[in-house]
């Protein structure tokens, strides 16, 4: 399909768009309901504002696409991946992220309370001011990610890997980071994190 004016405020239900090639399309405030993209391959699209609903990912390829301010609930990510893709404003409830193949791109102020991440390869991401409180990012490959302002309480961090991570303004309360490889800057940051909360709890 070729690049058209964006869709505005339609509703897409048990729609099965399997192994469709979407080059440069985009939609706006739209509502998919059991949309099937399994295989799907999308380069350089636009969903703004859209919510996405029990939809399957799977096996899908993303590049240069932006899923900015959406909604996904119940929705499958199974073996997808995201190649330099922004998903900004977005939140996650309920959804299958794993495994999943993430490549760079911007994931700024997403909500991902209680995701389940465990092992992915997470580097080089922008998750400045992210809401990942409660999710599991055990053996998490997090080099060189902009984790700055994020929110990490009680997030499990065992054995992540956070060097050349930003970790400033980053809030980890009660978060585990045992066995967790981290460099000066990120430890400094940590303590930094941990300090205030304990001055915080003193107050």
Same mark, same amino acid.
């Given at each position: 399909?070729a690049?058209?004016e +964006?869709?505005v405020?339609e509703?897409?239900?048990? @729609?099965?768009?399997?192994a469709?090639?979407?080059?440069?399309?985009?939609?706006?405030?739209?509502?998919? &309901? @059991?949309?099937?993209?399994?295989?799907? &391959?999308? /380069?350089?699209?636009?969903?703004?504002?859209?919510v996405?609903?029990?939809?399957?990912?799977?096996? =899908?390829?993303?590049?240069?696409?932006?899923?900015?301010?959406?909604?996904?609930? =119940?929705? /499958?990510?199974? $073996?997808a991946?995201?190649?330099?893709?922004?998903?900004?404003?977005?939140s996650? &409830?309920r959804?299958?992220?794993? +495994?999943?193949?993430?490549?760079?791109?911007?994931?700024?102020?997403v909500t991902?309370?209680?995701?389940?991440l465990?092992?992915?390869?997470?580097?080089?991401?922008?998750?400045?001011?992210?809401d990942?409180? @409660?999710?599991?990012?055990?053996?998490?490959?997090?080099?060189? =990610?902009?984790?700055?302002?994020?929110? *990490?309480?009680?997030?499990?961090?065992?054995?992540? $890997?956070?060097?050349?991570?930003? *970790?400033?303004g980053? $809030?980890?309360?009660?978060a +585990?980071v045992?066995?967790?490889?981290?460099?000066? +800057?990120?430890?400094?940051?940590?303590a @930094?994190?941990?300090?205030?909360? &304990?001055?915080?709890?003193?107050d």
């Amino acid at each position: 399909m070729a690049a058209t004016e +964006p869709i505005v405020g339609e509703r897409f239900v048990d @729609e099965d768009w399997y192994a469709e090639e979407l080059t440069g399309r985009a939609w706006r405030g739209c509502t998919f &309901v @059991e949309l099937d993209l399994t295989e799907a &391959v999308t /380069s350089g699209c636009r969903f703004e504002d859209c919510v996405f609903d029990r939809c399957r990912f799977n096996a =899908s390829t993303h590049t240069g696409t932006a899923f900015t301010a959406c909604s996904f609930s =119940s929705t /499958s990510f199974f $073996d997808a991946t995201l190649d330099g893709c922004k998903l900004d404003g977005s939140s996650f &409830v309920r959804c299958t992220l794993q +495994p999943i193949t993430v490549r760079g791109g911007s994931w700024w102020g997403v909500t991902m309370v209680g995701a389940e991440l465990e092992g992915q390869d997470l580097r080089d991401l922008r998750l400045r001011d992210a809401d990942l409180s @409660e999710a599991d990012l055990r053996r998490c490959d997090l080099r060189g =990610s902009d984790l700055s302002g994020s929110t *990490l309480r009680s997030t499990r961090l065992d054995s992540a $890997d956070l060097r050349g991570a930003i *970790l400033n303004g980053a $809030d980890l309360t009660n978060a +585990p980071v045992r066995g967790t490889r981290i460099d000066l +800057p990120g430890a400094l940051a940590l303590a @930094e994190s941990l300090g205030a909360i &304990v001055e915080d709890q003193v107050d």
